[in-house]
C-alpha cells in the first residue's frame, strides 16, 4: 500500500516515504529535516499525516520522525499474532529507534501516542531528552463515560459497526477537530481504513483503554524516571476526550513544564494548531531544552 493507492496529492504530504522491514511488519515513516531529532507519535485512528504541519514548520531546525504503527496509515498490519496493543506498538516504537539509532530525543505524544510513547520514555529514560505532550493520558482509566465508551466502542456493538460502517474512524474524525477540514484531508485521514480487512485496529484502542490497566500502571510509574525532562505540555481546550485535570496531572509530573492552551483546538490538535505548536516548541527548545 502507499499513498498513490489513496491518491493522498502531494501538495497535502509533499515529503519522501520511507518504509522499515521491522519484525514481520513493513512500518511506514516520515522523516524530514536535520538537526535534534523529534520523534512524532499518533493516536488511534490517526496516522502520520497528523504531524503534516508540525514537520513543515521544524523541519528547517529539526530532524522530524513520525512513524505509523502496524495496521495504521501506510504501515503493513502486524504479524501473525500481533493483538494492536499499545504494549506492542511501544515495543515496536522502542525497535524503531534502535533500527534508525536515534537518540536524544523529544519525543511528541498525543492521543494513545502517551501510553505508547512514554511507556518507551519510562522504559529507557536514556534516549529521551525531552517530551511534547498535547492532549493525553498515562494512569488507567477510571472515569465512568471512558469506561463507557471502551465499553462500546471497543465491543461488539463497536466491532460490528466499525466494519461495517467505518464507525470508530468516522466518530473520531467527527468529534476530533475545531477547525473545518477541506475534503481532501479529511480524505486523508480516512483513508487507511477504507479496507473493511484493516478496520480492527480502529476497535482495539478503544477496548484498551480498560483493557490495558496494567500496562498503563507501568507507564504511570515510570513517569519519575522523566520527571527532571523539560516538557511543553500543549493543549486542546475543546477535546471532547482529555479534559484539564488530565492535563493538571502532567503539569505536577513535570516539575521543567511550559503550557500552553490552545482556546480554538480539540483533539487533535496537531490539525488544528500544528504550526502554532512548532513555533511554541522552537521558542522553548532554544530558552530551556538547548541549555
Known sequence: MTAADWQIARELLPFEHHYLELDGSRIHYLDEGSGDTVLLLHGNPAWSFLYRKLIAGLRDEFRCVAPDYPGYGLSSVGPAGYQYTPREHSKVVERFIEALELRDLTVMVQDWGGPIGLGLAGRRPELVRALIIGNT???PNT????RGFSAIMGGAIGRTLTEAF???PRFFFWRGFAQPLAAG????YMAPWRDRARRLPATIGPRQLIAAARYLREVESGLEALSDRPALIVWGEK??????AN???FEAAFPSHETHVYPDASHFLQEDVGDQIAQAFKSFHRRVVAN
Do not use: G, Q, T, Y
Open 137 to 139: 493520558f498515562a494512569w
Open 143 to 146: 472515569e465512568l463515560r471512558i
Open 166 to 168: 467505518n464507525l470508530v
Open 185 to 188: 484531508v479529511r480524505d486523508a
Open 239 to 244: 477535546d471532547f476526550a482529555f479534559d484539564r
Open 247 to 249: 492535563r493538571a496531572r
